[in-house]
């Protein structure tokens, strides 16, 4: 497990008793008391950050060890006493990611969002915080207000990830609603992946299938970063045309990916997932999101990058650019910048930090995107259908009335104006 530096810096440790004698504090009340008034000062607190230890590799021997119950170990003790909706603090697969486990009462719930992209009517998640740790997701900015999120210092800090443990059991007892629901399709997943290594551990996509397989009619539609989801190709096949799965791919550069999706699957590895679920017969949609400047800027670039897809035949194909909210630019921007990635940083900030008026840059480059992708595949003869997600709010009105007017001659061609 990996421990986290940022609240309490001590020497190593075994008890809860050492570390109030070395901050001077009387009980664990007082060190929650001392956090919470500003007077021990900390970084990116929540409710899966830990004591932090010098010496992590005998601080492991004391895990493998056990602690009896009567003396409970510190480290958990103090974190549920920090935030007592923490289930419990595990060991990660990745040293890099903390892991946390939150109950959320939710399942198989409506999504407006994604029916209006047109990929699902319902969704299901199994977590609060993705473990891939991307630096441009957006779904920290939209879960500001949640009690969980709003304590961390940093929502989008990629070393932690926060999943529910609990999911597989409230979605076996909802499945009864739908077992004859053939017409609607589940999105797994809308604001996490469900095929992280960890999510993998435990077993929740493999438990979280069979249910919905033999307990629902649901058409199924799987969206994921890791090349995880070949592990349950077996599974997959049993569900025959209600399944489809789609991996996200905005660039090709695993240097760069690494950099900006650090816990998630390489995009080469990602191709080659889609390779071994096209051989296996499994349907596959196109998921090219969020596609960033400098990768369909011209149509040499676009046909280097479309290329790589055009063996797997998808039956539709989904195509968003990359959206700016909250700190994600910042975050991405700094990490480029720390990895000595100048180009790639340089193409980002020339869309999204020069001096915008009417939105020119960023309408511009949206443009490059659709114009050159829909020509790549209308003149490859791609008669399915093809999906533009755009935000409405990012473009000019010129733009949009241009693009809107051009995807109307082609009737495969679709843009969402979100």
Known sequence: MAIAKQIFKLPNYHSAKGAMNYLGLTSVDAIYKAVMRGKLKCRNIDEIKVFYVDDLDDYKKT?????????????????????????????????????????????????????????????????????????????????????????????????????DFDVVSRVDKAASKYKNSSDKVLMLCTQTDLFTDNQVKYKIPENILKILLKKTKLQVRVLTKNKNIVKHVELLKKFGDRITVGLSVGMLSDKVCKILEPNASLHSERIEAYKILKKN?????????????????????????????????????????????????????????????????????????????????????????????SRYLINSKFTKPIHYLIYSKTVNDKTREKLQKDSEKYKNCNIHWL
């Open 63 to 163: 895990i493998k060890k056990g602690r009896p119950e009567k003396n409970p170990d510190p480290i958990k003790k103090l974190t549920r006493k920090l935030f007592p909706e923490l289930r419990f603090v595990e060991n990660s697969l990745n040293e890099n990611i903390i892991l946390g486990f939150y109950n959320m009462t939710t399942d198989i719930e409506p999504t407006e969002e994604f029916k209006k992209k047109g990929l699902a009517e319902l969704a299901l998640n199994c977590g609060i915080k993705c473990g891939h740790g991307c630096t441009y997701c957006y779904v920290p900015s939209i879960l500001m207000k949640h009690k969980v999120i709003k304590r961390m210092d940093d929502p989008f800090a990629s070393n932690i990830e926060i999943i």
């Open 281 to 373: 017969g499994i349907r596959v949609f196109g998921m090219l999101c969020p596609i960033f400047p400098g990768v369909t800027d011209t149509p040499t670039q676009t046909k280097i990058f479309m290329d790589n897809f055009k063996a797997f035949k998808f039956e539709e194909i989904w195509i968003e650019p990359l959206n700016i909210r909250s700190k994600n630019l910042t975050v991405s921007s700094g990490k480029l910048e720390e990895a000595g990635e100048t180009k790639f940083l340089k193409s980002l900030n020339t869309v999204f930090k020069s001096k915008d008026k009417d939105k020119k840059s960023v309408s511009d480059y949206i443009s490059k995107m659709y114009f050159n992708t």
